[in-house]
């Protein structure tokens, strides 16, 4: 093969895309370029700093891994609020928005609908009180109430089974007067 032949072949080689391609993928930039310029912060490093993009041109994102992680934890708390994470899981969960959980929540009087007592359940993460949860029929996604979290719990565990909850509250009812009597009677 003549001198011409084998460049002609090998710059077929270096330019085809499966060559391109595993190039990228082995990180081995030394047949296209080994250093790029930061669309953001206009530094020049390696290209292994740089994400892959086949959109372009140079298969690189414009901006270096650290510009962009940066751009992208800014954006995410700048736009995920923990009031528009609420708003979204309301919206997606239930079918209701902000407004008609604030309304249906000043209609029980700010209380469980079940019991009667404000919210006392602590969020882990936050460490504020949790909101009433929305109770709901798990057959036609309608919602029914807010509950707090325990009776929400409660209701859950007995599947929704009002013959259930009648005999769990007959058997309270029952062992209730016993056991006070019972511990009355015994010393402590």
Known sequence: MDVRARDINERQ???????IYLARKDN???????????????AV??????????GKADGFHYWCKVCANEYNK????????EAFVRA??????????????RV??????????ACGQPETAI????????????????????VRALLCQECNNALGLLHDDPERIGLLLRYAESHQSAGTEHREGAEI
């Open 13 to 19: 080689f270096l330019w085809h895309p499966r060559t």
């Open 28 to 42: 081995f930039y030394g047949i296209l370029q080994e250093t790029k310029s930061c669309g953001k912060c206009g």
């Open 45 to 54: 490093k390696p290209v292994s700093d740089f994400a892959l993009n086949k």
């Open 74 to 81: 800014e954006r995410n708390q700048r736009l995920y609020t």
């Open 88 to 101: 979204k899981n309301l919206k997606q969960l239930y079918g209701m928005t902000s407004e008609e959980y």
């Open 104 to 113: 249906m929540f000043l209609a029980q009087g700010g209380v469980c609908a």
């Open 123 to 142: 969020d882990p993460r936050t460490k504020h009180v949790k909101n009433l949860q929305v109770d709901h029929c798990h057959e036609t996604g309608k």
